[in-house]
């Protein structure tokens, strides 16, 4: 691998003559600058950035937008951002926020930390084999990944309860009388979604309970793929009485459906979402959820991505608590059971 004096040597010129030419700093004459830059293309020279943003750091934190059609408008996203803010300008620094396509998304974030202007990354929707991790951290590009810590994943993570979380939800639903629950599960490949289908699983197997193959759907987080799994569920011979999704956005979907169906959620069907969005309280009927502490994950990524960035030994990577939210949608009266006082329904007409 060629070093900076291969370069100078090559150039005719001093490594210090090097070394302002690829920092844009110095007075170098156009013809000198010229010979260094055919030098470092000569030997595909590739500068020590690690060694450089040691002396140099921009204290700014990158994130890589999803891919989607809300951006920002996502109200999950935008509070995670806020509290990335809050973590970054806690320790005096900065967020960057780019925006770019899933197949782009390693390409820019290299980009972004050699270039300087980040020093460090925040991935978000980590996967179980994530190619992003792998291809960033063998660069050398220090980063953090939201998602529940994986024994393969090379890089720190900061994840949520998901297990306990459908753990709880799932046992309210049993509490009520439901003995057919549903799942509408997130995809098998986020990390994720492992933990939230075994939660659901053991609080079943603890009320002597076993799962139904035929009641665990997975479906993208889309409100049309909530919609379809929901349907699905209906054509079941003995369908659910309850179910359980993995998000807020598969539970308005699963809401939409049963509507249609003429379904009564809260008394026929029992309804659980994820992530207490804010949507979910003034759902018809009102959502019962798992409120994600999004906030929070975003000041926890911020302090552990600028502790790596620092090279702090950084203790196990935490997972953070979500909270059942109790609403109309679990409690409307199912099996005879008392339900919620009524909610105020919105004027139609």
Known sequence: MATIKDVAAQAHVSTATVSYVLNGTGAVTAATRRRVLEAVAALDYQPNHAARSMRTRSRTLGLILPPGPNGLADPALAELVAGLSSGAAAADHYLLLAPSSAQLEQELGAQLVRSGRVDGLILLDLRVDDERVVSLTSAGVPCVAAGCPLPSCPC???????????????????????????????????????????????????????????????????????????????????????????????AFGALHALHDAGVHVGRTMALVGCGDLPLAAHAHPPLTTLRTPRHALGVALAQRLIARIEQRELPPSPLLGLKLMVRHSTLGGYGGKPGLPPYPRLHEG
């Open 156 to 250: 720190p993570s900061v994840g949520l309860d998901y297990s306990g979380g459908a753990t709880a939800a799932t046992r309210h639903l049993v509490a009520l009388g439901h003995q057919r629950v549903a799942l509408i599960a997130l995809p098998s490949d986020f990390a994720d979604s492992e933990p939230f289908v075994q939660g659901f699983a053991n609080a079943l197997a603890a009320a002597g309970l076993h799962v139904d193959p035929a009641l665990v759907i997975e479906a993208n987080n889309t409100h049309a793929d909530g919609v379809a799994a929901t349907q699905e569920l209906l054509t079941n011979p003995d369908p659910p009485s309850a179910i359980l999704a993995a998000s807020d956005t598969l």
